[in-house]
Protein backbone atom coordinates (compact mmCIF):
# COMPACT_ATOMS: atom_id res chain seq x y z
CA UNK A 1 0.00 0.00 0.00
CA UNK A 2 1.20 3.75 -0.90
CA UNK A 3 1.39 6.68 1.11
CA UNK A 4 -1.91 7.02 2.94
CA UNK A 5 -2.39 11.13 1.66
CA UNK A 6 -0.98 9.98 -2.15
CA UNK A 7 -3.72 11.06 -3.64
CA UNK A 8 -4.65 14.22 -1.56
CA UNK A 9 -1.05 15.52 -2.68
CA UNK A 10 -1.37 15.02 -6.09
CA UNK A 11 -3.98 17.97 -6.10
CA UNK A 12 -1.98 20.17 -3.21
CA UNK A 13 -0.15 23.11 -5.25
CA UNK A 14 3.84 24.05 -4.57
CA UNK A 15 2.55 26.50 -2.14
CA UNK A 16 1.80 23.69 0.79
CA UNK A 17 4.56 21.58 -0.12
CA UNK A 18 6.68 25.08 0.50
CA UNK A 19 5.26 26.20 3.50
CA UNK A 20 5.27 22.59 5.18
CA UNK A 21 8.95 22.13 4.82
CA UNK A 22 10.64 19.19 5.93
CA UNK A 23 7.79 18.21 8.61
CA UNK A 24 6.99 14.61 8.27
CA UNK A 25 4.02 12.77 9.08
CA UNK A 26 3.68 11.71 13.19
CA UNK A 27 2.66 8.02 13.85
CA UNK A 28 -0.53 7.70 15.82
CA UNK A 29 0.66 6.99 19.01
CA UNK A 30 2.99 10.33 18.86
CA UNK A 31 -0.34 11.85 18.34
CA UNK A 32 -2.08 10.17 21.05
CA UNK A 33 1.23 10.61 23.43
CA UNK A 34 0.88 14.89 22.97
CA UNK A 35 -2.39 14.72 23.09
CA UNK A 36 -2.76 12.99 26.48
CA UNK A 37 -0.23 15.24 27.53
CA UNK A 38 -1.35 18.64 26.73
CA UNK A 39 -5.02 17.91 27.96
CA UNK A 40 -3.61 16.55 31.58
CA UNK A 41 -1.51 19.54 31.34
CA UNK A 42 -4.70 22.18 30.45
CA UNK A 43 -2.55 23.37 27.42
CA UNK A 44 -4.38 25.31 25.38
CA UNK A 45 -2.51 24.54 22.26
CA UNK A 46 -1.05 21.21 21.67
CA UNK A 47 1.75 20.23 19.52
CA UNK A 48 3.87 17.38 18.36
CA UNK A 49 6.74 17.56 17.76
CA UNK A 50 9.50 20.69 18.62
CA UNK A 51 9.88 22.37 15.51
CA UNK A 52 5.78 22.96 15.28
CA UNK A 53 6.31 23.97 18.88
CA UNK A 54 9.06 26.49 17.90
CA UNK A 55 7.10 28.11 15.39
CA UNK A 56 4.43 28.54 17.32
CA UNK A 57 6.43 30.30 19.23
CA UNK A 58 7.86 32.26 17.03
CA UNK A 59 4.80 33.19 15.73
CA UNK A 60 4.06 34.51 19.21
CA UNK A 61 6.85 36.25 20.11
CA UNK A 62 7.34 37.98 16.19
CA UNK A 63 4.49 37.38 14.18
CA UNK A 64 6.02 39.59 11.79
CA UNK A 65 9.08 36.95 11.04
CA UNK A 66 6.76 34.18 11.01
CA UNK A 67 4.85 35.58 8.20
CA UNK A 68 8.28 36.68 6.10
CA UNK A 69 9.40 32.82 6.67
CA UNK A 70 6.12 31.58 5.22
CA UNK A 71 5.55 34.11 2.40
CA UNK A 72 9.42 33.69 1.12
CA UNK A 73 8.20 29.79 1.34
CA UNK A 74 5.31 30.73 -0.78
CA UNK A 75 7.19 32.76 -2.96
CA UNK A 76 10.17 30.11 -3.83
CA UNK A 77 7.56 28.07 -4.67
CA UNK A 78 5.99 30.26 -7.12
CA UNK A 79 2.60 31.57 -5.64
CA UNK A 80 3.82 35.29 -4.90
CA UNK A 81 3.52 36.32 -1.76
Given at each position: MGHPYAAENELKPPETFAVSGNAKMQSTDQVV???????SRRQATILCDRSSAALAALAGAAPWMARLITDRSVARAGGGG
Open positions: DAILRGV
